[in-house]
């Protein structure tokens, strides 16, 4: 997929429209789910997705292909988001950058889900976390990011965003354990 991004962004650096309607068609499902966990209000997520596809076509120029377009595209995503949302900045900066954590993806909450009655459970406590959290689960295991992309996306040091992971996921630990109890 990462290449064929490559090439639709060479085609519509050039101003082949179709080559990015083939970018939005392919990163919007994405986008949207970014900015609904971010946000939490489906208009709003839409109004971001809307917006941040607007940004990226005028800004499509300037785009160098240092990291991958999807990268590039939910940075866009998240900038939006921190202009609506002032306290997730904050939030996300909270976590601290000397709380550095080696979180295994093994210990990872969503991806051991079996049944469904604790899947939605378990996305019903997703929309209850803080916006912060929500957000970094999101790029996580929706969008699947690495560790490394999404400290890239939200301009924040590895260990912050591991270590907001980590919370996240010990929060839906404790819920989990509180249901089966």
């Given at each position: ?34 900015a609904l966990r971010a946000v939490g209000d489906p208009r709003e997520a839409e109004d971001v997705a809307q917006e941040s596809f607007v940004r ?126």
């Amino acid at each position: 997929m990462a290449d064929q991004d490559s090439v639709l962004v060479r085609q519509a650096q050039k101003g082949d429209t179709q080559a990015f309607e083939s970018l939005v068609v392919e990163h919007q499902q994405f986008v949207f789910n970014l900015a609904l966990r971010a946000v939490g209000d489906p208009r709003e997520a839409e109004d971001v997705a809307q917006e941040s596809f607007v940004r990226a076509w005028l800004a499509l120029p300037n785009f160098r292909g240092q990291s991958q377009f999807r990268t590039w595209l939910y940075r866009i995503v998240t900038n939006l988001c921190y202009n609506r949302l002032p306290r997730l900045r904050r939030d996300l900066s909270a976590f601290g950058e000397d709380q550095v954590l080696d979180v295994p993806d093994e210990t990872d909450v969503v991806a051991n889900v079996e049944t469904n009655q604790t899947r939605k459970f378990l996305h019903a406590q997703i929309d209850n976390l803080p916006e912060s959290y929500r957000l970094l689960i999101s790029l996580r295991y929706q969008q699947e990011l690495s560790y490394e992309e999404i400290a890239q996306v939200l301009s924040l040091p590895l260990g912050t965003v591991k270590t907001g992971l980590f919370r996240a996921k010990e929060r839906l630990r404790e819920k989990l354990e509180e249901m089966e109890e």
